[in-house]
């Protein structure tokens, strides 16, 4: 039907993108355009003026997060065929010219979509301050890793793992992903008892509960979560490790005292900053001991970009850069590190991330309860989008072990990867 809202926007927007539509859409007087399969749905009015005050993908957000956008069938396909076809060279980047704009002014006024911008969601970010000091920091970490130890619970397995499990053909779930994943960790760290482990970033302890309990070490982990403290000083106390596991709220900038047997940094270092980053790799490399061993865990994209879009600067990560593994090795061998193994994880962030989306889709009354609709909405966006990233091999991860050799070239490594 040429005369419904939803042809009227499809004809635009196909014009705007040089190609057909690869979702469908339907808007809120029931019509509706496009392929079969994954459906946009327009709610009302407001759903458009989001998009007008904010084109592209932060609008979509935003109309999203409020609920006056929808999606009918699955999101993760509908992703996959937008995401197709601007790989295949057939979707042309959109830039809205001036008579681009005109049109798009002239169909907002006959759809009645004119109006005050809307306030964005309460979700969104709103940071001050300089870039990647310690205050703005410590604000850009609690804006995600504070939202909840209740939601982060009902998300994660009980070792509260926050990063890509280790999936083999023996693994019979995610608690076992994230187990196994760990345990190469303090393998690969050579953690034996006795020993010091520094965990920079530590999560809500999955790493120092398991190599303090199964490894025997004393271990410090920091972070500057004050949500992540709590939780982890209970888990201490659950676990009978108060005597031998300190957890502290503290920037990674203001560590000092005597160095370590080992460091872990378990994707952490996403949050640090480009300039920032060669003094969190010296960091890094003051709190080893000599011959002592490092442990990087971290995320990867193929260039250095701030965060991971609009919508993930805003909502899920401000503040965060990616950049090439090459670009990370190169900081940690101008720390004086020596690279000694390199490990490609990003096909076990897959499974780890939809494990995390299932529960999700499965609890979604209780995350409802506690973080809200919009931040339910929130996270499932973010996390079948970054299921395909990783996918798609659009994002990557890898477990990266560097040592710090003595003063006479000595490593202390052996001969053979030991963990294999």
Known sequence: ????????????????????????????????????????????????????????????????????????????????????????GELRRARLSAGDRAEAARLAVRLGVLGLPPKPPAEEARLTGRLHSVLRDKSAISHHYDLSNAFYQLLMDESMAYSSGYWTTESTGLAQAQHDKLEMICAKLGLRPGMRLLDVGCGWGSLLVHAAKHHGVQAVGVTISAEQVQHVKARLAQHDLDDRVEVRRQDYRELAGEPFDAVASIEMGEHVGEENYPAYTDTLFRMLKPTGRLLLQQMS?????????????????????????????????RAGFEIRDVHALREHYVPTVRAWADTLEEHWDEAVALIGEAGARVWRLYLVGGALAFEENRMGVDQILAVRADADGENGMPLTREWM
Not at 304 to 332: K, Q
Request: no cysteine; aromatic share 8%.
């Open 1 to 88: 039907m040429p005369n419904t809202i939803a042809a009227r926007l499809a004809s635009f927007v196909e014009r705007l993108l040089g190609a057909p539509l690869p979702v469908a859409l339907r808007t809120w007087d029931g019509g509706r355009a496009g392929p079969a399969g994954p459906t946009v749905v327009l709610r009302n009015r407001r759903a458009l003026r989001w998009l007008l005050y904010a084109p592209g993908e932060l609008g979509l957000a935003r109309a999203y997060v409020s609920g006056d956008l929808d999606v009918e069938g699955d999101l993760a396909e509908g992703f996959r065929r937008v995401w197709s076809l601007a790989r295949s």
């Open 301 to 333: 994209r193929g260039a250095v970009a701030p965060g991971g879009g609009a919508f993930i600067e805003r909502y899920i990560a401000p503040d965060m850069t990616m950049r090439p593994l090459s670009r990370t090795l190169g900081h940690l061998e």
